[in-house]
Every structure is written in C-alpha cells, then in structure tokens.
C-alpha cells in the first residue's frame, strides 16, 4: 500500500490559480513563437529581437538553402528529348535540269557588330546575384568570369523569350569554383546567362567579361 498523504482541498491551486497559470504559460508561448522561432525558421522578424541574436540570419540561410534544392531538384527532373528517328529518304527519279536565270546582285548585308563588356559585382556572404545576354538562336559569345581570389556557386542558363513556368535550360553548374572561361551557345532566342552566390563568410567580387554576337547585357537580380 501507498503511504502518500493525499492533499486536502486547501492545498489544491484554486480555479484562479490554474487560469493565471495558463495565461502566463500561453504569453511564454507566444513570445517565444514570435522572437525565436519564426525568426529562426522562416525569416519572419517583427520585433527585430531574432537579428540582434542572429536567428534571423539563420532563417534566411534556410530559405535559401531550401529554394536551391528546389530548383535543383526541378533541374534533374527535367526530360532529356529522344533523339529523333532517323528515316531513309526514298530514291527519286533525277528530273530535267531546269534553265538557270541568274539572281540580281543584291548588296551584302552589313556584319554583325561585336560587342563586348566588362563588370564587377561585389557579393556579400550568401547574396546572389544574375546577369543576362539577349541573344539570337546560334549567336555565340567568348566569355570569362573569376571570383578574385574567392570562389562562388554559379549556374549557367537560359531562358527563352515568354518561357513556360518552371522553365530551365541549363548550359552547366558547379560549386566553389575560382572562374570560368568558354563560349556560350544559344540554344534560342531569349537570354542566357549566370547566376552566382557567394556561400562564404566573406564578400566575393566576380568580374565578368563578355566579347560576341548578343544584343544587349543586364544584371537582373
């Protein structure tokens, strides 16, 4: 058998009590929801007390990380088309050579102009940042881009003009990487270009040089 003393009906907490109890246990609640975990956890800081601890921060880099492997996860879900078939063209009977009348001499076209560009852009830890070429289906672009010394995560893409949502054509990605060089190949009419992000602690300046046939050259994020 128990031993316990079972407690008389004065030592109970009174109804008041209990509800006092609640009340200061819910404003606890609430406090905490509103400075630690929705700063913490989706970057949502109306009192500004989660960035002077540093939990906004937190939120944010969450946010990101999660909209990166979305994206990525969208990129690796995207179908390769099948090559196409391949039919044998069926033999003709040679038809009778046509008389040739020769065309008028027409003025040649004037030759595209080159363009070319250089700009920096500076990144804060974690800041991204986007720059685009509007270019011709087949136009060809030499470029080059270093991050000085630092490294950055890019992702170079296009995007044709009014593109479907959820859209993406990647031309090729990596992670802490110090440069880049090549010859960007439009695979449309659109814009194609990179994107960087800058995963260190420290702020990264990528200089990006461009020298070919596009129309026009624009940081869009």
């Known amino acids: 058998m128990f031993n316990t003393k079972l407690p008389t009906l004065n030592e109970l907490p009174s109804t008041a009590q209990l509800l006092r109890s609640t009340i200061i246990a819910a404003i606890i609640a609430c406090a905490l929801l509103v400075t630690v975990v929705m700063p913490s956890e989706y970057a949502i800081d109306p009192t500004g007390v989660g960035r002077a601890l540093g939990?906004?921060?937190?939120?944010?880099?969450?946010?990101?990380?999660?909209?990166?492997?979305?994206?990525?996860?969208?990129?690796?879900?995207?179908?390769?088309?099948?090559?196409?078939?391949?039919?044998?063209?069926?033999?003709?009977?040679?038809?009778?050579?046509a008389?040739?009348?020769?065309?008028?001499?027409?003025p040649a076209a004037p030759e595209q102009a080159v363009l070319q560009h250089e700009m920096s852009i500076t990144l804060s830890p974690n800041q991204g940042a986007e720059v685009k070429l509007e270019m011709k289906q087949g136009a060809k672009v030499n470029y080059r881009w270093t991050a000085n010394g630092g490294v950055v995560n890019y992702d170079t893409h296009g995007d044709p003009y009014n593109a479907p949502r959820d859209f993406y054509h990647g031309y090729g990605k990596g992670r802490s990487t110090p440069e880049d060089t090549g010859v960007l190949e439009a695979a449309f009419d659109g814009k194609h270009g990179?994107?960087?992000?800058?995963?260190?602690?420290?702020?990264?300046?990528?200089?990006?040089?461009?020298?070919?046939?596009?129309?026009?050259?624009?940081?869009v994020i």
């Open 99 to 106: 008389e040739v009348i020769p065309a008028p001499e027409q």
């Open 55 to 97: 939990l906004t921060q937190m939120g944010e880099v969450k946010i990101q990380l999660a909209e990166e492997a979305r994206a990525d996860e969208a990129a690796a879900q995207t179908p390769t088309p099948p090559p196409a078939e391949t039919i044998a063209a069926a033999p003709t009977t040679p038809a009778a050579p």
């Open 194 to 219: 990179w994107f960087w992000r800058n995963r260190t602690s420290k702020p990264v300046t990528v200089t990006l040089r461009t020298q070919g046939d596009y129309i026009s050259i624009k940081r």
